[in-house]
């Protein structure tokens, strides 16, 4: 299975701030990466495919670059709704796996 | 527009069956692949397997092969998850999601359920 490892599990920020956040896989998976959101009690949103393409209806304060084994999600200027978990997602092969998540909260 | 309608919650005994089910609508059912994902209690997502609707075609992440099916009902534009006998550790939420693409066995989930309970429990 190709692992996928986030960072950091956890970050604080404030309502404006820049935020990144990686993903590391184990293997080389191309572009074939993604990354959702997640509030609490809700199901996941799509939020960036194929590593750098927005998702129909994500605020465009979302992006998402890499290749190969690494990628970078980033929020270009933190908003109040955008409190949630985010997850990295790989598709380059079966099992499809997620990283761990990254946990954004306000401080 | 198109919506995954899922089962409600359900509570059942260790050893017990189960079958959940995702309607799907708003579009051709069988256009798109549908995967299940499982999330346990304050815990991420786990891919559990996904499957065609035009063929009954699946995949199986190799964690699940064996402890779950997957199935189909044309009929009816719903897809199933089913375990024979259940685990108390199967207590997890469990989404049913569209693929993005049509046809791709693996791709993005742009549709989400919004999700069915299990809880298993003496």
């Known amino acids: 299975d190709i692992q996928m490892t986030q960072s950091p599990s956890s970050l604080s920020a404030s309502v404006g701030d820049r935020v990144t956040i990686t993903c590391q896989a184990s293997?080389?998976?191309?572009?074939?990466l993604n990354w959702y959101q997640q509030k609490v009690g809700k199901a996941p949103k799509l939020l960036i495919y194929g590593t750098s393409n927005l998702e129909a209806g994500a605020p465009s304060r979302f992006s998402g670059s890499g290749s190969g084994t690494d990628f970078t999600f980033t929020i270009s200027s933190l908003q109040p709704e955008d409190v949630a978990t985010y997850y990295c997602?790989?598709?380059?092969?079966?099992?499809?796996?997620f990283g761990q998540g990254t946990r954004l909260d306000f401080k | 527009e198109v919506h995954l309608v899922q089962s409600g919650a359900e509570l059942k005994k260790p050893g017990e069956s189960l079958k959940i089910s995702c309607d799907v609508s708003g579009d051709i059912f069988t256009s798109h692949w549908i995967a299940w994902v499982r999330q346990k209690p304050g815990k991420g997502l786990e891919w559990m397997g996904a499957?065609?609707?035009?063929?009954?075609?699946?995949k199986y992440s190799p964690s699940f092969r064996g402890q779950v099916s997957l199935s189909v009902d044309t009929a009816v534009s719903a897809v199933y998850l089913q375990w024979v006998s259940l685990k108390a550790s199967d207590t997890a939420i469990y989404f049913c999601?569209?693929?993005?693409?049509?046809?791709?066995?693996?791709?993005?989930?742009?549709?989400w359920g919004l999700g069915t309970m299990v809880s298993v429990s003496s």
């Open positions: 499957i065609d609707p035009s063929d009954s075609d699946t």
């Open positions: 293997q080389d998976i191309s572009t074939y």
């Open positions: 999601a569209r693929h993005r693409s049509s046809r791709l066995p693996v791709d993005a989930f742009n549709i």
């Open positions: 997602q790989q598709y380059d092969d079966v099992p499809i796996t």
